[in-house]
Nanobody
Framework: QVQLVESGGGSVQAGGSLRLSCVVS????????VGWFRQAPGQEREGVARIRADTQSTYYAGSVKGRFNISQDNSKDTLYLQMSSLKPEDTAIYYCAAAMRRCSYGVILASEFDSWGQGTQVTVSS
């Protein structure tokens, strides 16, 4: 059973930076892709960024493109999300997730992700 454990959330002022980490364990075959989602109070879960295992190609939601960077260190089974130029609207619980079988190009589909972390809170104050 795949397990994902996030860390690195916290509170920061607008314009600041945070780096989230997610340790992925328990898999017998590498996930097709791994990614980050977020959910703000009263809003639906939003795909933020994902990276494919085969091509290392990345995809970002328009709202974070140019400000966030997703990367992974396979030697440490760790996924990262470097967040810069943070805005109050980035405030949310951030989840890392793994899609074991399928990872579509050009989109982040929550339905393809079948293993989820517990989430870490990110709060950006103005």
């Amino acid at each position: 059973q795949v397990q994902l454990v996030e860390s690195g959330g916290g509170s920061v002022q607008a314009g600041g930076s945070l780096r989230l980490s997610c340790v992925v364990s328990g898999y017998t075959s590498r996930p097709a892709c791994v990614g980050w989602f977020r959910q703000a109070p009263g809003q639906e879960r939003e795909g933020v960024a994902r990276i494919r295992a085969d091509t290392q190609s990345t995809y970002y939601a328009g709202s974070v493109k140019g400000r966030f960077n997703i990367s992974q260190d396979n030697s440490k089974d760790t996924l990262y999300l470097q967040m810069s130029s943070l805005k109050p609207e980035d405030t949310a619980i951030y989840y890392c997730a793994a899609a074991m079988r399928r990872c579509s190009y050009g989109v982040i589909l929550a339905s393809e992700f079948d293993s989820w972390g517990q989430g870490t809170q990110v709060t950006v104050s103005s």
